[in-house]
């Protein structure tokens, strides 16, 4: 049985209104199971909990070196390009937004991978729109095929795809697959995606069990906060993850965290996940799922990820660019508009006073942790802990 008919039957309002119901199973309770259920996992983000944050930070910190010591890994997202054809009305990329765009050639990108590796990076996060005049198949087979000479660890972030094409790109050296569903409600995923492939929904749900059929190793799962209910978000995450889990069985999982960061569009999220929420968001992440990794990007400033790190965090990102380009400056000199998926050239007004080879493209969205990548890495021994750069090798699988 695939997701989409296990999450159709997700008994959703049922688990919040039990949370907050005189025979939901207590916080203490939730807390001291060592198999905990969904009805656990929606007691442990109750507002009751959020009471007893303090206790479940330390049940969340010492499963976390209980599982995985004390190491944190680290990778970069390296842009491969920021056409697409959706319109997503939350993304700097959205297909309307009047923004400046490119796609880098497999050289240039061979250039950004080797400015990411002389600063440590050995995991690379490989981004791209979906637009398949401009990033298809054969561009990200090259592309993977290119790095993973170099690069040990290369997963990737773009339009979902079917088995059959993924094939290729596992086989070329990708490693991971990482698909955020963004919102799983279905109105509110209605309403944010107006046209483009991404309107189908179930669609996007299935991805990574057939990118797991495929052979990928990692498979990386999500909600975006800021655009439904979070502890609705966060339930139907849970229960994707444990789907997975059970049925994808191969692969390891992991969780991301992102809250909606300001971009091109200036779009306002609809709901909001304060920093003490993000705090009880990731220990009951913790507590339902010991073994599942967790991710926290540059979308969150440096102090509270800081704080983070310690309660069950170990796989973040440091020195981001969200634009194409933005390691080395590849491809300043080819940017453009697009139009109906035809490229319009720059008028001579906007080149007007740009210093260098020419203007930049368009990020996806405003990171707010800055720090270069050696500070984190300095930053994250200063808390105890040790940043991984590599942990994993192709000869390993041979």
Request: proline content about 5%; some cysteine.
């Amino acid at each position: 049985m695939s997701f989409v008919s296990e999450f159709n039957a997700l008994p959703l309002a049922r688990l919040l209104d039990r949370a907050r119901s005189a025979d939901a199973p207590s916080v203490s309770e939730s807390l001291r199971r060592s198999d905990r259920t969904l009805a656990d996992f929606a007691t442990l983000l109750s507002p009751e909990a959020a009471g007893r944050l303090e206790k479940m930070g330390r049940r969340a910190q010492a499963l976390t070196r209980q599982r995985f010591g004390r190491v944190i890994r680290l990778f970069a997202p390296l842009y491969l390009s920021n056409e697409c054809i959706n319109n997503c009305r939350y993304c700097g990329f959205s297909r309307d937004n009047p923004i400046l765009r490119v796609t880098l050639s497999v050289e240039e990108i061979r250039a950004e991978a080797s400015a990411l590796m002389e600063q440590g990076f050995r995991n690379l996060l490989l981004v791209a729109g979906e637009h398949p005049r401009f990033v298809s198949n054969g561009y990200l087979r090259d592309c993977v095929a290119a790095l993973h000479e170099q690069t040990p660890g290369v997963s990737l972030e773009v339009g979902p795809m079917e088995t059959e094409d993924y094939r290729p790109l596992v086989e070329a050296g990708a490693e991971g697959l990482v698909v955020y569903q963004e919102t799983y409600d279905r109105e509110v995923y209605s309403a944010m995606h107006t046209a483009g492939p991404k309107r189908n929904f179930d669609w996007r749900l299935e991805t990574p069990e057939r990118a797991h059929a495929a052979g990928f190793r990692r498979l990386g799962i999500g909600a975006l906060y800021g655009l439904a209910d979070w502890r609705s978000e966060a339930i139907c995450v849970a229960a994707h993850a444990a789907h997975l889990l059970r049925h994808c069985w191969k692969a390891q999982v992991t969780i991301s965290v992102p809250r909606l960061r300001p971009c091109a569009g200036s779009f306002q999220p609809l709901t909001q996940l304060t920093d003490r929420e993000m705090v009880q968001l990731i220990c009951a992440y913790r507590l339902m799922f010991p073994d599942v990794g967790l991710v926290l990007s540059t979308r969150e400033p440096a102090r509270l990820r800081d704080g983070l790190l310690p309660l069950g965090i170990t796989l973040v990102s440091a020195g981001s660019h969200t634009e194409p380009g933005g390691y080395t400056g590849a491809g300043a000199g080819q940017v453009h508009r697009t139009e109906r998926g035809r490229i319009v050239e720059l008028g001579a007004s906007e080149w007007a006073g740009i210093e260098g080879a020419g203007p930049t493209a368009t990020g996806q969205f405003n990171i707010a942790d800055e720090r270069s990548a050696g500070q984190v890495a300095e930053r994250i021994r200063d808390l105890g802990y040790e940043p991984v750069w590599k942990d994993w090798d192709a000869a390993l699988s041979a």
